[in-house]
Structure formats: structure tokens, C-alpha cells
């Protein structure tokens, strides 16, 4: 089983920086790929960014393209994602994940879930 756990979150104010980290341990070869999604109470868990183990393939929602860059350490078994220019509308509960194969985008191709982070930006 892998298992991860999210760190890096905080309240900031909109235009700031903030790094998320995510650190996976366990069965960490059985994962292909790494993803970060994040969820505001009454709405779906939104896709933010993807990457590929291996090869670092990336992918990133419309909405953060340019702003935000997701990055993995395979020495460290950690992914980050590092959040610029942030603005209110992101503030989420930030979630890393984990995935055996399957549509990049869609949460149910995760099989493995951190515990999120929140992320607060004030304007």
C-alpha cells in the first residue's frame, strides 16, 4: 500500500507563494502517477495537476496553467507543487494522490488519498 501525507498549506494573501509537499511511502513502484486535486465544501474534488513518475510527464487544470508547477524527487519519493501568483479562488482543502493507471483528470483513477492540506488566500 502506499501511503502519503500532505504538508505545506497555510493562510496567505492573494499574489503570495505557497509549496505543498507530498511524501509517499509503502509499495511506491506499483504507482504510475501522482496527482493534486482540491476540494471546496459543496462542490466535486477538482483536478489541479499531474505528473508521471517516471518519465515527469505533467498535466494541469486551465485554471492554474502558468501559475502553478507540480515537480517530484523520486530520491525523496515526494511531489510538490508549488503554488504562484495564488488568488482567492484557490483556496481549497488540497489533496495529494496516487494512481495505478487510468485518465489523468478524473479522482477516480486515484486509488490512494492524503489526508489534505488547506490552503486559504485572502484578497
Known amino acids: 500500500q502506499v501511503q502519503l501525507v500532505e504538508s505545506g498549506g497555510g493562510l496567505v494573501q492573494a499574489g503570495d507563494s505557497l509549496r505543498l509537499s507530498c511524501a509517499a511511502s509503502g509499495r511506491t513502484f506499483s504507482t504510475y502517477l501522482m496527482g493534486w486535486f482540491r476540494q471546496v465544501p459543496g462542490k466535486e474534488r477538482e483536478f489541479v495537476a499531474a505528473i508521471r513518475w517516471s518519465a515527469g510527464s505533467t498535466w494541469y487544470a486551465a485554471s492554474v496553467k502558468g501559475r502553478f508547477t507540480i515537480a517530484r524527487d523520486n530520491a525523496k519519493n515526494t511531489v510538490y507543487l508549488q503554488m504562484n501568483s495564488l488568488k482567492p479562488e484557490d483556496t481549497a482543502v488540497y489533496y495529494c494522490?496516487?494512481?495505478?493507471?487510468?485518465?489523468?483528470?478524473?479522482?477516480?483513477?486515484?486509488?490512494?488519498w492524503g489526508q489534505g492540506t488547506p490552503v486559504t488566500v485572502s484578497s
Open positions: 494522490a496516487a494512481s495505478q493507471g487510468g485518465s489523468v483528470y478524473y479522482f477516480g483513477s486515484y486509488d490512494r
